[in-house]
Structures are given as structure tokens and as C-alpha cells.
T-cell receptor, first 114, second 114 residues
């Protein structure tokens, strides 16, 4: 089944404790992206990747890192999480960029930083 | 930067009534996409509009792209309880030099009263 998977689905952590949220897609998509969703703010892009080893900042990249060493994986790294990073995170992928292709979203990761 | 305003933020309708959500961009868009997110779920692609004045239909859903490519609407005829969710538009702007920016509206949350 074609899909985007994220792990973990739920995470409660404490300020300053490094964490990684994994994202994997099995559709051989070139483009992958991370979004955060907050009440009243909609979906805001954190980082995106056009292909392996190619990443770029989205609208709200501060406090996050990403890497794209393999085409299928695009982990989101929070080196020193803070409470304002409490949010619902979505990974998405599309064949060659969201510009003329639909994005396929993962199920989401709900992160709470205490 | 590009802004995509979506209204209304919330809409409560009686089952069988019609529903419309509107997206307005501060700049001319290359295309616009619409997504639906069920409660507790992830965004799912509905449609993409590319041409000025384009109208597309999916059963009870009608999507329009304005002549100036700065606004769009989604209209649902005779709502059903299965239509419940948040509807997002995502506008693509050509920001020059081969660069594009995709911006999501904040969404319209639709509640349907049986």
C-alpha cells in the first residue's frame, strides 16, 4: 500500500531533550516536506527536500533540523525542544514537488514538550 | 510574502444545507489545491485548479478558480455528515527565478448538524 509513515505518533518529552521524528514513504517520491499544524494557524511548512541531499527552509524552520540521506526517509530533528514546539507535525511527499502534484500526508505526530 | 486568507474560519450547517469556503490571495497564483482533513486525521488532497476561471466538480463539490487567479472557492451542495472536517486551500505562487512558494490557508472547519 502506497503510504507515508511517521513515528512516533505521539510523544511527550521535556525541554532540551533531543528527539527525532521519522518519516518514510514507499512511493519513490522525490519531494518530501514537514509541516506543523497549530490551532488557528493552519499548516505551516518547516523544511522541504527536493531530492536526496537537497533540503531547504520553509516558513518556520527555527529550532528544527532535517536530513535526506535516502530518498524514502526524511527525519525531523529537534536538537533542544522547547514548549513552543508543542504541535501536531505532518510529513508529506509528492512525486516531484507540490507545485503541480498532490501531496500525500502522513498520519501525523502529536508532540508535547513540557 | 504571499498570504492566503480563507473564510469563514468555522461554519455550522444543518444537514442538507449548502456550504461554501473562500480563499483569497494577495498575489496572483500559478495554481491552487484543496485538501480535506477529517477530525483526528491528516490532510487529503481533493483537487487542483490551474487555469483562470476553471470550474471542476466532484459529485456534490464544486471548485472554482477566479479569473484573476487570486481567489478560489469550494462549494458543497446538500451537505452530509460525511462532509465534516476542515477544508484547506493551498496557493502556489511563482516567486521568480524558478522558485515557487506554496502557502496554505488556515482552513474552514465545517460542522454538520444531523
Amino acid at each position: 500500500e502506497a503510504q507515508v509513515t511517521q513515528n512516533p505518533r505521539y510523544l511527550i518529552t521535556v525541554t532540551g531533550k533531543k528527539l527525532t521524528v521519522t518519516c518514510s514513504q514507499n512511493m519513490n517520491h522525490e519531494y518530501m516536506s514537514w509541516y506543523r499544524q497549530d490551532p488557528g494557524l493552519g499548516l505551516r511548512q518547516i523544511y522541504y527536500s527536493m531530492n536526496v541531499e537537497v533540503t531547504d527552509k520553509g516558513d518556520v524552520p527555527e529550532g528544527y533540523k532535517v536530513s535526506r540521506k535516502e530518498k524514502r526517509n526524511f527525519p525531523l530533528i529537534l536538537e533542544s525542544p522547547s514548549p513552543n514546539q508543542t504541535s501536531l507535525y505532518f510529513c508529506a511527499s509528492s512525486p516531484s514537488g507540490p507545485w503541480y502534484n498532490e501531496q500525500f500526508f502522513g498520519p501525523g505526530t502529536r508532540l508535547t514538550v513540557l | 510574502g504571499q498570504q492566503v486568507m480563507q473564510i469563514p474560519q468555522y461554519q455550522h450547517v444543518q444537514e442538507g444545507e449548502d456550504f461554501t469556503t473562500y480563499c483569497n490571495s494577495s498575489t496572483t497564483l500559478s495554481n491552487i489545491q484543496w485538501y480535506k482533513q477529517r477530525p483526528g486525521g491528516h490532510p487529503v488532497f481533493l483537487i487542483q485548479l490551474v487555469k483562470s476561471g476553471e470550474v471542476k466538480k466532484q459529485k456534490r463539490l464544486t471548485f472554482q478558480f477566479g479569473e484573476a487567479k487570486k481567489n478560489s472557492s469550494l462549494h458543497i451542495t446538500a451537505t452530509q455528515t460525511t462532509d465534516v472536517g476542515t477544508y484547506f486551500c493551498a496557493g502556489l505562487e511563482n516567486s521568480g527565478a524558478g522558485s515557487y512558494q506554496l502557502t496554505f490557508g488556515k482552513g474552514t472547519k465545517l460542522s454538520v448538524i444531523p
